[in-house]
Structure formats: structure tokens, C-alpha cells
């Protein structure tokens, strides 16, 4: 099953001097995009977590949050309190929301945590070679949840992606039905055009133009070629574990078949279901984005 880039996960390590909590959030991106916002993480370890998680989330805009909160009676704390209550208390003069709502303060709290002054970098240094593994452990959970999310999100994105190429094979059956009608509106067009100029034109003759002119607006091709693309687009997600890029071209190709059969159309029926696949081949290529 396909995964979703978005996704979120948090794990706490309880170490000696108090409790690391790991975040991890992750939205689309072309390529894995590491951020790791946070000084705690020591600096010989950074390499090891930037491969791991390139390694578990592939791709996607990763960041990865480290906070600490000291235990009870422990004199480590790398988190500079003035400056904090200072940026707090010029927030809340200004902020339409009353800090006395206890979302909007923690909300506040949080986004001032992750300013570079709030925390001391001499202080920083709070996670020992011994605490490691605890939080490499709190890394691995935390990383498990966030590809949790990833999948629970994947089969909401399936069934929307899926559902809406069999529409669009659905429309393009609708176009099928229109075509023997579009063909005889056609003769009567040119039929109609010729008895305005009373003209005869020899029959035989009339009926070998009209096969001609018809080839130029003849869709057969973008209908097989649409089909094929549908078929390989449903494959793709079905069997690849991560078909993101891949579908991108896919789609692609798909919208080329749409447009130009949009271009031979010559049937107002017919561009009005072709409109109608592009509206939702649209909302496929968003969604898309979106597929690891």
C-alpha cells in the first residue's frame, strides 16, 4: 500500500538529567530535506540520524524537533528562562488570543522553544554517550508512529487517486457513446453547407472527402493511449512501494490523450466531458504530489 509524505511522530527518552521528547513532522518535497531544529542533538550524531531518517522516510520535508525538560532538583537546563518569559510576555501584549486559553499558550510556548536565543548552546550538551541509546530508541518509536500516520494517510490518498481514473475511464466510455453521434452531425454540417452553395457534388467523391476530413478528428489513438495510461498508472501504485515520481509522469502522459482529444472533439457533448477530466485529473496530479 502506497504511503502519504505527511505525517507526524513523537517519542519521549528518559535520561539522567530529565526527559528528551522527539518530534518528527514530515510534508512532500522532490528530494528528503532534513532539518533538525534543535541544539540538543549532539553534533557526532547528527550524521547517523540524517541516514536514518533518509533511510525510513525516503523523501519528503523532514524536521526533526529534540526538547528537554530537566528532572525534579536537576541543575541542567539549557533554556535561557528570562529571555523565554521575555519573548512571552511581548507575544501575549500583542497576541488577539487571551493566554489564559491553555491551547494558545502551549501553542505559543512551543514556537518560542524553538528560538535560537531561548536556548543556551553551553547548556546543550545534556545528552551524554550513555543516554544515547535511550534516545535512539525514542528516535526509532517515534519514527515507527510517524510511518503509521504515512500509511493511514497512503489509503485515504488510494482510494481518492484510484476512484478518480476509473472516473475518468467512466467519462471517456461517455465520449465513445458520442462519437457515431458526432459523425453524423458532421455530415449534416457539410451536407448542410453544400445545399447553401447549390452545389452537387458526385457522391462518391462527397463520400471519400468525408471519410478524409473525419480521419483528421478520429480519436482512436488518445483513446487507447488514455486507457494504456490508466492501466499503467493503476499497476504503478498497486505494485511499486513508492510510485510518487513515477505517477507524476504518468499523468502526465495522461493529459496530453485528454487535451488533444479535447482538440478534436468538434462535439459540445464531447468537450464537456473532456472538461470534466481535466477536473479530475487535476485533483489526481494534487493529491499525487503528495504519494511517497
Same mark, same amino acid.
Given at each position: 500500500?502506497?504511503?502519504?509524505?505527511?505525517?507526524?511522530?513523537?517519542?519521549?527518552?528518559?535520561?539522567?538529567?530529565?526527559?528528551?521528547?522527539?518530534?518528527?513532522?514530515?510534508?512532500?518535497?522532490?528530494?528528503?530535506?532534513?532539518?533538525?531544529?534543535?541544539?540538543?542533538?549532539?553534533?557526532?550524531?547528527?550524521?547517523?540520524?540524517?541516514?536514518?531518517?533518509?533511510?525510513?522516510?525516503?523523501?519528503?520535508t523532514?524536521?526533526?524537533?529534540?526538547?528537554?525538560?530537566?528532572?525534579?532538583?536537576s541543575?541542567?537546563?539549557?533554556?535561557?528562562?528570562?529571555?523565554?518569559?521575555?519573548?512571552?510576555?511581548?507575544?501575549?501584549?500583542?497576541?488577539?488570543?487571551?493566554?489564559?486559553?491553555?491551547?494558545?499558550?502551549?501553542?505559543?510556548?512551543?514556537?518560542?522553544?524553538?528560538?535560537?536565543?531561548?536556548?543556551?548552546?553551553? &547548556?546543550?550538551?545534556? !545528552?551524554?554517550? =550513555?543516554?544515547?541509546?535511550?534516545?535512539a530508541?525514542?528516535? #526509532?518509536? +517515534?519514527?515507527? $508512529?510517524?510511518?503509521?500516520?504515512?500509511?493511514?494517510?497512503?489509503?485515504a490518498?488510494?482510494?481518492?487517486?484510484?476512484?478518480?481514473?476509473?472516473?475518468?475511464?467512466?467519462?471517456?466510455?461517455?465520449?465513445?457513446?458520442?462519437?457515431?453521434?458526432?459523425?453524423?452531425?458532421?455530415r449534416?454540417?457539410?451536407?448542410?453547407?453544400?445545399?447553401?452553395?447549390?452545389?452537387?457534388?458526385?457522391?462518391?467523391?462527397?463520400?471519400?472527402e468525408?471519410?478524409?476530413?473525419?480521419?483528421?478528428?478520429?480519436?482512436?489513438?488518445?483513446?487507447?493511449?488514455?486507457?494504456?495510461?490508466?492501466?499503467?498508472?493503476?499497476?504503478?501504485?498497486d505494485?511499486?512501494?513508492?510510485?510518487?515520481? &513515477?505517477?507524476?509522469? !504518468?499523468?502526465? =502522459?495522461?493529459?496530453?490523450?485528454?487535451?488533444?482529444?479535447? #482538440?478534436? +472533439?468538434?462535439? $459540445?457533448?464531447?468537450?464537456?466531458?473532456?472538461?470534466?477530466?481535466?477536473?479530475?485529473l487535476?485533483?489526481?496530479?494534487?493529491?499525487?504530489?503528495?504519494?511517497?
Open positions: 500500500m502506497i504511503q502519504s509524505m505527511t505525517g507526524y511522530g513523537k517519542a519521549e527518552a528518559h535520561i539522567s538529567g530529565g526527559k528528551i521528547t522527539l518530534e518528527i513532522r514530515s510534508l512532500n518535497g522532490k528530494n528528503a530535506d532534513i532539518n533538525i531544529k534543535s541544539s540538543l542533538l549532539p553534533k557526532d550524531k547528527e550524521l547517523e540520524v540524517r541516514k536514518l531518517l533518509a533511510e525510513k522516510l525516503v523523501r519528503g523532514i524536521d526533526l524537533y529534540l526538547s528537554f525538560e530537566p528532572s525534579a532538583g541543575d541542567i537546563s539549557p533554556i535561557n528562562t528570562e529571555t523565554l518569559m521575555a519573548h512571552f510576555r511581548e507575544v501575549r501584549d500583542v497576541s488577539p488570543v487571551p493566554m489564559q486559553d491553555p491551547v494558545a499558550a502551549a501553542t505559543l510556548l512551543g514556537s518560542l522553544f524553538r528560538l535560537p536565543d531561548v536556548v543556551d548552546a553551553r &547548556k546543550a550538551d545534556v !545528552i551524554g554517550p =550513555e543516554d544515547w541509546p535511550q534516545v530508541a525514542a528516535l #526509532s518509536q +517515534a519514527l515507527d $508512529a510517524l510511518c503509521a500516520y504515512r500509511s493511514k494517510e497512503g489509503a490518498l488510494y482510494a481518492d487517486v484510484t476512484g478518480r481514473v476509473n472516473g475518468i475511464l467512466g467519462l471517456y466510455d461517455q465520449v465513445e457513446a458520442l462519437e457515431g453521434e458526432r459523425i453524423a452531425l458532421v449534416e454540417k457539410l451536407t448542410r453547407a453544400l445545399a447553401d452553395l447549390h452545389a452537387s457534388p458526385n457522391p462518391e467523391r462527397f463520400e471519400q468525408l471519410i478524409f476530413y473525419l480521419e483528421k478528428y478520429d480519436i482512436n489513438e488518445e483513446k487507447v493511449r488514455l486507457r494504456q495510461h490508466c492501466k499503467y498508472f493503476m499497476e504503478v501504485i505494485s511499486e512501494p513508492y510510485p510518487g515520481k &513515477k505517477l507524476g509522469f !504518468i499523468i502526465q =502522459e495522461m493529459g496530453r490523450e485528454i487535451n488533444t482529444t479535447g #482538440s478534436k +472533439a468538434n462535439h $459540445a457533448g464531447i468537450q464537456q466531458l473532456v472538461v470534466r477530466m481535466k477536473d479530475e487535476e485533483k489526481v496530479r494534487e493529491q499525487s504530489m503528495n504519494i511517497l
